[in-house]
Each structure stands twice: as C-alpha cells, then as structure tokens.
C-alpha cells in the first residue's frame, strides 16, 4: 500500500509536467495503475463534454485566492452571439456588442466583426485575446496571399487560413469563428469554423453563448433566396432574441453586409430594438436624459 | 517498466511547465510569497483637445500598503502615457520594454510614435505569455491620427474605447464615468471628472489609496500633474519635525582629485572611414 502511495503521488507530479495538453491527455506516464477515481477524473479532463464550456475555461484559469480580484482577472471572454446569413447577391453578418470579465462588462460597445480583407470580415467569439490574435495573423497572412496573387483573396483561402490556425493549435486556443464574404467566384459565402478547427461551408452560421437560442429559430426562420433588407432584418431580430435571454451577450447590435457593391456597416443602439416577451419600456431613463445636446467630439 | 516518460516537445517559445506546477502547489496549499501589487484604479477618457490618464498611488503587498505614493502613469513616448494596474513588477517592466522599443523605433522611422504601435507590441508580449505577465494597462496618447485611449487585460486582449477604467476600483469608477461622461468635455471638466472616478476608488475599493495622479495629453504636449489631489493627509504630525541624531564620530576629511590620464580636446578632427 505504500509503494502505491509513492507511485500515485509520482504520477500526480508527472501529469503536471509537460507542455501540451495531449501528453497528459494521452496518459503517456511511467506507471500505468490508476485508482477508480483517478481514472474518472481523467476521462472528464480528455473529454471535456462533462464539464461544458465554462467549465473548460475554468480548466485554464489561475485561480486567485481574493474574491473580489477573482472575477476581473478572468480572462477576456466574448460570451456572445454572432450571425452569418447569406442572402442572394452578398451576406450579412451581425454581433451583439458585449465583452465580460467574469460577471463584469468589460466593454459594453466592442466590435465583434472585424476585417480580414476588403471584401472579407469575421466575427469572433471565445476567448477575446485568442479570436484577435488569430484574426491579425490571417490578415497579414491573407494581405502577403493578396499581393502575390495579384487579385482579391477568395472567401474559402480566407476561411482555410482561419481553420489551419484553429484546428494546429487547437491546444491552446479557444475561440469561435465565423467567416462571411463576397467574391467574384462563388459569390456571397459563409464558413464556420468552431473551436475545434473543422471547417464547415453553411448557407447560415450561429455561434457563441446566445445562438444556444437561436437554432430553433433559425430552423423556422431562414430561406433560400431573401433579400438584402429581410436577411438583415432577420440578423437583427435574431441578436435582439439572443440578448433577451442570454446574459452574457447584450449591448448593441453591430451588422456587416457585404455584396458586390461593397460592405456596408449598420448600428442598431439597444433602445431601438423590439421588445420581447415581459420586457418593458424603460422609465425614467438615463439614455434620456443625459441625450442632451453636446459639442461636437475632436475631428483632426 | 515502459520508457516513455513525458518529454517536453523540442520547439522555442515560453515554457509554462513551473507554472502549472505553481497551480498544483497552490492546490496543495503552499502559496508563493505574496507580491507587490498594484490594486489599483486607473482611469482615462478622451476629451476635446486630447486625452485625460488618471491614477491613484496606492501599492499594496497582500494586506499592507508598502508604497503610499507610487507612480502609476508610466512613460511610454513624448506623446503617449500608460496607466498600469496588477503585479507592479510586471507593469512596470512591460512599459519600460515597450518605452525602449518605441525609442528604437521613432530612430528607425523618424517620426512620432503611434499609440497603436505600443498598442501592438504590448498586446503581442502580453498574448505571448498568456496572461502570466499580469499587467492590466489603460494606454493613451494623441498622434497624427487623432487622439486614442486603449485597454489592454493581461491576457493579451485590447478594447478602444472613449473612457476606460481598470484594477480593483475599476467598478466605482466606471459608475462615476457612465453617469457623468459626455463627449467634448472641456479640459477642465475633464480633468474634473478623472479626479471624481479616481476619488470613488480611492473612498471605496480597500486596494486603491492615497493621493490622485493626472496626466492630460493634447496634440501641443503633455502635462503630468503628480499628487493633483492628496485627499489624504496624514491625520498627525510631529511639529517639531524629525532630528536623528549623528552616532558616527568624523575623524577626518580628505579630498584628492583624480589624475587625468588622458587630454580632452573639444570639437577635434571627425573620424577618418
């Protein structure tokens, strides 16, 4: 019984050494004889499934010891609801604008749709840090394949420099993806690219925390063949339903379209958005009464 | 008895090995020795001419202040400060770093260095070392572009926004900003409001303290206003002052001046190639 003691605790030692994930993961250890309960929490720890998104994040976390830092030294999180739907002639992208430390709103106005190239844009969700780090990398990566190329970069090499990065550092990373753009070839294109690294053309794509509430819809709501005016209406009617009942998205919707003409930006502000099952007109708010008229902001 | 043991992969970059060998300690319940922290409030917010930076002086080392009057606005460039909150160490050391490589850089370029420049670079180390280095920054600067305020969190992610706020206090400042905050403040006003977001971390958070320090940076220069406010005096003071007595005898004073070996000549020939 002692032996075991040691070796156990060897074990418990080693399974904290090395660099990535999947050696643990893999078990590669000296000993092979683990307790019941050890092997249980391995299974969990592989799998992931048991634990469910947050408590993946939890995983990575360094948990401190001061209850009133904890939550804002959680990392940046994106908990989020984002949209690519496409239309005939382009695609519409849309986002809510909410970035949580823990249960703080760290930005309540971030723009979760950036751009990769003229005529491509992404929406990021996951792990803040981890989605704008991948999106820089790909647009320096998709600026040099533009250049050598000699034309405009295709949606699909935009979406497959998104996948190679998510899928061989899957290890690390932690972010979802969604990849909507026009080009000449193919058109208005959306890919999604979740957070294991698969690529997946779709003619509309959800991710984030908020689309939890949105597949029932979206299986009823979307068809073939809209117009530019009903699939952004249905992006935005989409994030407001999102926002209603998700807590961890909110703020403003922010949409993209981008056809053949070019990309437009929209901003929806959250009092302009309609008003859901027991949600009620504000009273007495501040957005109307600090409205009042200020000088116009610096311009150089 | 299998061979395979667990080898760390032969490639570069930061090994985070001692790290997860800290979590499994901590787990155990030995804790590393406490550091130096800033708990802190940081505040800035853009106004008409340029951008307002805001801090209070407050280190803290677990439950002790061991620095009532620290600086927390650090020097980036001529024209772009940086407010920093989390492990003083680790503030301090990214800002300096950054500081010289924007140096560096306006030698190369020649011109005035851009806030998004030390935007990237501080974003690009902080992502690097995934959230290890825990410094939490409120950058701000005005360039040719304009006037810019970023945040940056330690785990290497960036915000732009018109008034930010970071660190223990960050709550009760960001209520003060969110009532009170328009566009186009007057310098005055807005130099009003920072010391206001700053005093409510101050009153409220027990990780912020002491005094209120401003910098205003506007397209002409800038302005470090150092202790602008010190809602803090010390309640008790001894008016006779401090006299420590002398315990060490002087027996004897010598000077001798340093030979000079070599003769300096002024303005001489340039170097021949």
Redesign the interface.
Known sequence: MHVRKIIREIR???R?????GK??REG???I?LLTKEENLRNKSVRSGKDLGFWGRQEQRQ??T?MD??MD??A??SMGTTIIGVTYNGGVVLGADSR?S?GM?V??R??DKITQLTDNVYVCRSG???DS??VSDYVRYFLHQHTIQLGQPATVKVAANLIRLISYNNKN?LETGLIVGGWDKYEGGKIYGIPLGGTLIEQPFAIGGSGSSYLYGFFDQAWKEGMTKDEAEQLVVKAVSLAIARDGASGGVVRTVVINSEGVTRNFYPGDTLQLWHEELEPQNS?LDI?N?P??????? | MSNSVIEVPPKGGFSFDLCKRNEMLAKKGVNPPSFRKTGTTIVGLVFQDGVILGADTRATEGPIVCDKNCEKIHYMAPNIYCCGAGTAADTEAVTDMVSSQLQLHRYHTGRESRVVTALTLLKRHLFNYQGHVSAALVLGGVDVTGPHLHTIYPHGSTDTLPFATMGSGSLAAMAVFESKYKEGLTRNEGIELVTEAICSGIFNDLGSGSNVDVCVITKGGKEYLRNHLQPNPRTYTNSKGYSFPKKTEVLLTKIIPLKEKVEIIEGGDAMEE
């Not at chain 1, 904290?16 to 990535?20: R, T």
């Not at chain 1, 200020?294 to 150089?300: F, G, Q, R, T, V």
């Open positions: 418990k030692v080693g904290y050494l090395g660099n990535y050696f643990y590669k250890t000296p092979v360094i948990r010891k009133l830092n804002l030294n990392p940046h970035t430390t703080y760290a930005n106005a971030s792990s803040a840090a704008q780090l690390m501040l600090l009042s200020s000088p116009e902001p610096m311009n150089i």
